[in-house]
């Protein structure tokens, strides 16, 4: 089943922190991002192609996580469409005043308890003199600064099963699994999903320790592999944890790196070169249990803490 196209794209996300200031020294000075504003406990960034006011909102709190996920209706007549969906489900939660940059906001979650904020009405960014690009098409000057991310690429959460998820995205939010991963037992251990062209916006994987809404990662897309590799020496030179990578994943074949921000979140940097879907008939891509036990494209063999490090952290 062809995406509905009545989710435009993943507009931003709020990501939680027990070390606020730690954080935004990672996403500022080393991952490059700009600050648009504070509000109470929270910080608005940006990254430099991203079109939206912002990309992360990072708020202070008592532990680590994701707090809502934010995507972007393709019109307001699709909003209405999928706000009928969500209550007819009993998964809608109800209507908010925008956030800074958004206009009305209707929250929902998934079955996980996953919370998201569904919205049309969207502030463009106006860059100051002092980020106003070269090149008129761009929404701000290049920051030449740190890892230089271009835009939020995805968002994977943890699930403590992840079929009833998938459904919410695909027959809900009208996304399409493009890949995922079945167990020798028929279980749908991961999915990949998408709402346009890009190979996936949204993923849902399998937490082992059967806990609900939490974070796997977020990922932050770059211009080029090389970005990733010079992005490996950044974060050695800025003593950031690097997870794994980087290397290539055998689904989506997409280039990765994986690194822990300050405040515990996995966020990953990724490339996935010129992979886009543009088959309306696109039939979901599955892979055994003995397919992904091979490794990563090249052999790299996924490593234990892939499994077992979310956040918010569990005893």
Not at 116 to 123: G, H, K, N
Not at 199 to 214: F, I, N
Not at 260 to 283: M, Q, T
Request: net charge negative; glycine share 8%.
């Amino acid at each position: 089943m062809a995406p509905l196209h009545d989710i435009a794209h993943l507009g931003h996300v709020e990501l939680l922190t027990p070390e606020p200031e730690k954080s935004l020294w990672f996403f500022t000075h080393v991952m490059g991002l700009t600050e648009n504003g504070r509000a109470g406990d929270s910080v608005y960034l940006r990254t430099w192609d991203d079109y939206e006011h912002h990309s992360l909102k990072l708020t202070a709190h008592s532990t680590s996580g994701i707090r809502r996920t934010a995507l972007r209706a393709s019109s307001q007549e699709a909003l209405d469409r999928r706000v009928k969906a969500i209550d007819t489900a009993g998964l809608g939660v109800g209507w908010i005043d925008g956030d800074e940059g958004i206009g009305p906001t209707y929250l929902c979650k998934d079955p996980d308890g996953h919370e998201f904020e569904l919205y049309w009405e969207s502030e463009w960014y106006t860059p100051p003199e002092e980020l106003r690009p070269a090149l008129k098409n761009q929404a701000q000057a290049y920051p030449g600064h740190g890892v230089c991310v271009r835009r939020l690429d995805h968002v994977n959460y943890l699930a403590a099963q992840v079929s009833p998820n998938g459904e919410f995205v695909s027959e809900l939010l009208g996304g399409e699994a493009t890949e995922q991963i079945v167990l020798d037992d028929g279980k749908i251990a991961a999915q990949w999903l998408h709402f346009a062209s890009k190979s996936y916006d949204l993923v849902y994987t399998e937490d082992w320790t059967g806990s609900h809404a939490r974070l796997h990662h977020i990922a932050f897309a770059t211009d080029t592999r090389e970005d990733i590799l010079r992005a490996a020496d950044i974060f050695l030179e800025n003593d950031v944890f690097i997870e794994t990578g980087p290397h290539k994943h055998a689904i989506q074949q997409t280039f990765f790196l994986y690194v822990y921000e300050p405040g515990g979140n996995r966020i990953e940097l990724c490339n996935p070169v010129a992979r886009l879907i543009f088959a309306p008939d696109w039939k979901t891509i599955s892979w055994t249990q003995a397919e992904r036990a091979k490794g990563q494209a090249w052999g790299l063999k996924t490593i234990e803490s892939f499994h077992t490090h979310g956040t918010p952290p569990v005893p």
